[in-house]
């Protein structure tokens, strides 16, 4: 059988786990947060207006005609109401991240296959922002969340195999 190179134990790889969870735990507050003002922080027109402006200068509009279309699109479909929806959107994906985060930490498989399958889907995103508007806030994010994708594969994969190793070492020894 395969060897895997670098060999976690138990204890390392629970904290390693916890450490993602947290992480994602605090991305989430952050959402919560930024949801929050959007929804119930709406009268301060300025700051409303330099929110906007910044969260269009995120999402890259000037670079994507596509982007553009489609925001553009939305917010006539939305009549005036793409703050909220955006809102309610930061709203719904901080309770993915408190999903994932606490799943991680309760050390669930399926919270881990959840935050592999949500992370790496983001990837392409962060690498066209980090293409477009270099940082290095951009450039940690990307490199945490592949680095997370990578490590959780890494432990549902051979987690598994260890397992099946312990459960094949344990009918050896009782012969």
């Not at 917010?75 to 309770?95: N, P, V």
């Not at 993915?96 to 990837?123: C, H, P």
């Amino acid at each position: 059988m395969h060897e895997p190179k670098i060999v976690l134990q138990t204890k390392k790889r629970v904290r390693y786990l916890k450490l993602i969870a947290l992480f994602k735990i605090g991305k989430g507050l952050l959402l919560l947060l930024f949801g929050f003002s959007l929804l119930f922080l709406n009268a301060r027109d300025v700051w409303m207006d330099r929110l906007s402006e910044w969260a269009a200068d995120e999402i890259l509009l000037e670079h994507s005609k596509a982007v553009h279309f489609l925001l553009n699109k939305l917010q006539y479909f939305l009549a005036g109401e793409h703050l909220r929806a955006t809102g309610f959107l930061a709203l719904f994906y901080c309770g993915v991240l408190f999903t994932e985060g606490i799943g991680v930490y309760l050390q669930k498989r399926w919270a881990e296959w959840l935050m592999i399958s949500a992370t790496a889907a983001l990837i392409p995103l962060e690498v066209r922002h980090v293409w477009h508007r270099p940082s290095v806030g951009a450039v940690v994010i990307l490199v945490a969340n592949c680095f997370i994708v990578w490590f959780l594969y890494y432990v549902l994969k051979w987690g598994k195999h260890e397992h099946d190793l312990v459960e094949t070492q344990e009918l050896i020894e009782s012969r």
